[in-house]
């Protein structure tokens, strides 16, 4: 059975279109028979990586010296086969998950190699993800406003040595509902965040079709500025 933990940055958790598009990909995960969790940084305490002579790399190898809510979270991390990232668009993410991200440098084995002329490690052999995902929310308009987010757990993925299995990015989110109620465009939406986590589950890839079904407009940029 795949293990998948799910880590939403979204501060305001549960209430967040980040969390709403994250349920529907996860829901088809699940109906896949996938085994899942979620956290949400916003409820942990986790310090921000203070340790600039890197401790968990240079004195005991996959330790972390803090002490917090980090601790309980890395052998849930280091046993999910799938790790699923989520987060809406801030500066460029929320102040949580970017510790989190920082934080995640004890998964990494500290033996460095050069791969297409980029500096790259590996995952420790006792952790066992092997694909990460990106879910992400933004309130502007375009597509685009997502992508230093995009390249920055792409770039994780790389330097971790895992597969990125692709990005569920829904701009102007707001718009998949009004009055408090998901529209029809906004189910639609769901409905294919839902189709790509039953995809990755059951054959180990995501649909193209089914992510740009998920981005695709739901308004006009003249409609939307107004």
């Not at 996959?62 to 991390?77: A, V």
């Not at 879910?135 to 997502?146: F, I, K, L, Q, Y």
């Not at 992508?147 to 040595?161: F, G, H, R, Y």
Request: aromatic share 6%.
């Amino acid at each position: 059975m795949h293990q998948i933990i799910a880590v939403n940055g979204s501060p305001r958790m549960e209430k967040g279109y980040t969390q709403l598009l994250l349920d529907a990909f996860l829901q088809g995960m699940t109906e896949a028979g996938a085994d899942v969790e979620t956290v949400f940084t916003s409820r942990l305490n986790i310090k921000p990586c203070a340790c600039g002579r890197l401790y968990c790399w240079n004195d005991k190898p996959g330790e972390c010296c803090i002490q917090d809510d980090m601790q309980p979270l890395y052998p849930k991390l280091k046993s999910a086969n799938i790790l699923v990232l989520a987060t809406p668009v801030y500066i460029p993410l929320p102040g949580d998950f970017q510790n989190f991200i920082n934080r995640l440098c004890p998964l990494l084995d500290p033996v460095l190699e050069m791969r297409r002329g980029r500096t790259r490690a590996r995952m420790r052999a006792d952790v066992k993800i092997q694909k990460m995902v990106l879910v992400a929310t933004s309130g502007w308009w375009e597509v685009e406003n997502m992508d230093t987010v995009l390249k920055i757990i792409k770039e994780l993925a790389e330097d971790a040595s895992v597969e990125f299995s692709g990005a569920l990015l829904r701009p102007h989110s707001s718009v998949m509902k009004s009055a408090d109620k998901i529209t029809p465009d906004g189910q639609s939406v769901l409905n294919a965040a839902r189709t790509a986590g039953s995809d990755l589950i059951r054959s180990g890839s995501m649909n193209p079709d089914t992510l740009a079904a998920i981005s695709r407009p739901l308004i006009s940029p003249e409609d939307f500025l107004s």
